[in-house]
């Protein structure tokens, strides 16, 4: 089955502790995106993958890392957590960065205290 | 904004009744997505419009497309219980490649 897998689907941390959110798909896409879901704020891009080895800055990276070193693979960091990034997250895959679907994990719900 | 703008925000229906769901936009596009997500969960993709297309249909959403007004709706027929979520609408920007999400419609259908 065609998925996009996160791993934890909770987590509640302290501030400070380095953490990482696993991101992996089995469709070979090359294109891969990080997303934090607010609300009254929408999703909004954290950072995004355009192959391995290849990642860029999306909307809102501060305070985020990501690495690729595999296609398959995408996770994202959070070096120093703070409060305000807790939020709900989202990886997300495509074969493109634009003109063809995007298919989405179920979430990371994140929690920093 | 560059963001899709959704109308209305939140919308309550009789299961049975129709749905529509609208979204406007200032960017220029390649194409628009519409994506449904259930209460918490990740977002999954129902269709997807072309900059010169004008209307699609997938079983019972139809979606128009109007380049010129900049706007575009989904209309959900003979709505279901299990049609209620949040429907998001997706930018495909020709100006920055990227994909670009709006706030979205929260429906409730009502058994």
């Known amino acids: 089955e065609a998925q996009v897998t996160q791993n934890p689907r909770y987590l509640i941390t302290v501030t400070g502790k380095k953490l990482t959110v696993t991101c992996s798909q089995n469709?070979?896409?090359?294109?891969m995106s990080w997303y934090r879901q607010d609300p009254g704020l929408g999703l909004r891009q954290i950072y995004y993958?355009?192959?391995?080895?290849?990642?860029d800055k999306g909307d809102v990276p501060e305070g985020y890392k990501v690495s690729r070193k595999e296609k398959r693979n995408f996770p994202l960091i959070l070096e120093s957590p703070s409060p305000n990034q807790t939020s709900l997250y989202f990886c997300?895959?495509?074969?493109?960065?634009?003109?063809?679907?995007?298919?989405f994990g179920q979430g990371t719900r994140l929690t920093v205290v | 904004s560059q963001q899709g703008e959704e109308d209305p925000q939140a919308l309550s229906i009789q299961e049975g009744e129709n749905a529509t769901m609208n979204c406007s936009y200032k960017?220029?596009?390649?194409?628009l997505q519409w994506y449904r997500q259930n209460s918490g969960r990740g977002l999954v993709h129902l269709i997807l419009?072309?900059?010169?297309?004008r209307e699609k249909h997938s079983g019972r959403l139809r979606v128009t497309l109007d380049t010129s007004k900049k706007s575009s709706s989904l209309l959900i027929t003979a709505s279901r219980a299990a049609d209620t979520a949040s429907y998001f609408c997706?930018?495909?920007?020709?100006?920055?490649?990227?994909?670009?999400f709006g706030q979205g419609t929260t429906l409730q259908v009502k058994p």
């Open positions: 997300a895959s495509s074969f493109g960065r634009v003109n063809t679907e995007a298919f």
């Open positions: 469709m070979n896409h090359e294109y």
């Open positions: 993958s355009m192959n391995v080895e290849v990642t």
């Open positions: 960017t220029s596009i390649n194409n």
């Open positions: 419009i072309r900059s010169n297309e």
């Open positions: 997706a930018l495909g920007s020709s100006n920055t490649g990227k994909l670009i």
